[in-house]
């Protein structure tokens, strides 16, 4: 008995070796979430929960980040196609630019923004015309949203672009679809999880986000410029719970997609 | 050489990379860090006090994190971090918040004394393309301000001492011009939830309700003074409530107010007294923070958990000192000279000395 579970975990080593690896990392991840959600106690949470001021931020948090995500899918999936399918000089330059954002303190990318969006800028003075305003408006949270958060879905897309095989639509073409049917049957389908993933990744770092949303728009006030609020001039026993409320919900809605993405890969 | 020995001598390489951060803390930097937690309007000063304290003791690396005056103390009291000196620019917070409060496991409060060393005052930042800039002066500011065409910035009075400190100036400023509209014009309607006055014996209280909202667009509100430098840059806000310190230090425009105003002179100790400001949280319980106007005092303590509290003697007593005050006067942040103790018979002793 004992030798075959020896002789078994023997043959699984690496598999062993890998889940204790991992469960460090697991474990690194959990536990601050945990001691977070579980910081208030399940009143405090009902009550932040009632308290509309929360609720409002989380809920324009939620569709921020949602109107910014559907412009990250406008303009970047056809970007990461056109990046997928074709080789430029400069090509390298252009994708590490793109990462930028990603790299670029928050705060400074919220002033770089102000510095082109700004009333007396030129975007800022276009948008004007049409009574688009961007500090301390809706506007102004979702263009610093989509500025730091939508590489993470170019670069998804791409990614699943160029794992589309190039001769499936090359044999669309010479079957007589245009190049808009092959784009939209063929490779657009086949891209379709990466960037679903990208879209999920775009969507939640929109959440996150709060240094470059600070600078444009403290207020309407999303849920993590809220949490600093309420840190700031209640202190950290108000503001926790209004930090576990959003980690609840995002929760949910992540184990949400994550379902229904695995049910559809199963199909 | 072969492919394998390639790929040793590559990861060899990338370890010894990875390494070399650990292996410069340990070898090189021996200096003795002594953390310091100042309100941001305090930044400029510090930087340079820590430039000459650091060339006076090489073995010491000063290290400046910067705050609004409040959450300096609560980096101490409730996030547990431990700071060897704090620099707040309203003093009063210091025996408000740290005198009742033990710190964590012991029976001990936070701190029991404090010096108070410099001032400030406050007025109106502004660029040269700001709307009225050419005309804004010392007894017209204020219909300057609610014009339709002038957007104003305003630090978060919840947050930033500067912000609760700019509407005592605004209420002050109904006596000193005779114009009892003044406060109402500015910020009676910039408010979701609005700011009210009341009146009572003379006092005048001005109630900030628990949420705090600019309506529209002409009142630009962020947590910390210094961020409406930015609006005030990019063209968003045209005046923005400061600190004098802060507008000299940092090359903007600043229009100084009229003493009677602008929370700068002892002179004027009581009529600043009959304007507070109140707080009115209602769901947040533990504080209900009430300000009461008086001349703008910088104050310094050393929390009673510090981990060097003789360094941090030291550095105060540099603060304090000829050499520290020339520093502050340079940096447009008028010293007190001498430093007043509030409980000298609390003061560690490298520093009752110094005072006597």
Redesign the interface.
């Known amino acids: 008995m004992i030798k075959k579970t020896i002789k078994y975990l023997h043959q699984r080593r690496l598999t062993l070796t890998f889940l204790l690896i991992g469960l460090v990392l697991l474990l690194f991840i959990f536990i601050p979430l945990g001691k977070m959600i579980f910081s208030s106690s399940p009143s405090t949470l009902w009550n932040t929960l009632l308290?509309k001021?929360v609720r409002d931020s989380i809920w324009l948090s939620i569709y921020t980040a949602l109107i910014a995500t559907a412009f990250g899918l406008f303009f970047g999936v056809p970007l990461a196609y056109f990046l997928a399918r074709h080789s430029f000089p400069g090509k390298r330059l252009v994708e590490s630019l793109i990462d930028v954002p990603i790299v670029v303190p928050h705060i400074a990318a919220?002033?770089a923004l102000?510095?082109v969006f700004?009333?007396?800028?030129l975007a800022g003075k276009a948008f004007d015309a049409i009574g688009i305003?961007f500090?301390?408006a809706v506007a102004g949270i979702v263009i610093a949203m989509i500025f730091v958060s939508v590489p993470f879905l170019i670069n998804s897309a791409k990614q699943g672009f160029e794992e589309v095989d190039e001769r499936l639509e090359k044999v669309a073409r010479t079957l007589g679809a245009s190049p808009w049917q092959t784009f939209f049957k063929i490779s657009l389908p086949l891209a379709r999880r990466s960037i679903f993933g990208g879209t999920v990744m775009m969507w939640a770092r929109s959440i996150s986000e709060f240094g470059a949303v600070?600078?444009l728009t403290?207020?309407?006030?999303i849920a993590s410029i809220l949490v600093?609020?309420r840190?700031?001039?209640?202190?950290?026993?108000?503001a926790l719970p209004v930090a576990s409320v959003l980690i609840i919900i995002t929760i949910v809605i992540f184990v949400a997609l994550r379902y229904f993405t695995y049910r559809s890969k199963k199909q | 050489m072969s492919m394998v020995t390639n790929r040793r001598i590559l990861t060899a390489l990338i370890v010894a990379l990875l390494l070399m951060p650990l292996l410069n803390s340990g070898c090189s930097n021996t200096k003795t860090p002594l953390p310091v937690i100042v309100a941001g309007s305090f930044m400029g000063p510090m930087e340079d006090l820590e430039a000459r304290f650091e060339e006076l003791h090489p073995d010491i690396d000063v290290q400046i994190e910067g705050h609004g005056s409040i959450q300096v103390i609560r980096q101490v009291t409730e996030l547990e971090k431990e700071a060897d000196v704090l620099i707040v620019a309203d003093h009063s917070l210091i025996p408000m918040m740290m005198y009742n409060t033990t710190i964590a496991g012991s029976d001990e409060p936070y701190a029991d004394w404090y010096l108070s060393f410099a001032t400030n005052s406050l007025g109106l930042a502004y660029t040269n393309t700001s709307a009225y800039a050419g005309e804004i002066n010392e007894s017209n500011w204020y219909e300057i301000l609610t014009k339709p065409d002038v957007a104003v910035g305003i630090a978060d009075a919840r947050i930033d001492s500067c912000g609760y400190r700019a509407f005592m100036t605004c209420q002050l400023a109904e006596s000193c011009y005779d114009n009892a509209s003044i406060f109402e014009r500015l910020f009676g309607d910039s408010f979701t939830w609005p700011i009210t006055v009341s009146v009572e014996d003379g006092i005048q209280t001005i109630h900030v309700p628990e949420i705090l909202e600019p309506k529209g667009d002409k009142l630009a509100l962020r947590g910390n003074s210094v961020w409406l430098l930015f609006l005030l840059d990019s063209g968003e806000i045209d005046y923005a409530f400061e600190y004098r310190s802060v507008a000299e230090q940092l090359g903007y425009s600043f229009l100084e107010l009229p003493p009677e105003i602008d929370l700068s002179s002892e002179n004027y100790s009581e009529s600043y007294g009959s304007v507070r400001v109140k707080m009115d949280f209602q769901r947040f319980g533990s504080v209900q923070p009430e300000f009461t106007g008086e001349p703008i005092i910088y104050g310094v303590t050393i929390p009673n958990n510090a981990p060097h509290p003789n360094i941090a003697a030291e550095f105060v007593n540099f603060l304090i000192s000829a050499q520290g005050q020339a520093i502050l006067a340079e940096d447009d942040q008028p010293p007190i000279s001498p430093a007043r103790a509030d409980n000298p018979d609390a003061l560690p002793d490298e520093l009752k000395e110094l005072l006597q």
């Open positions: 308290d001021e919220g002033i102000l510095f700004g009333k007396s800028y305003h500090r301390d600070l600078v403290s207020h309407p006030s600093y609020e840190l700031e001039a209640h202190g950290l026993e108000y």
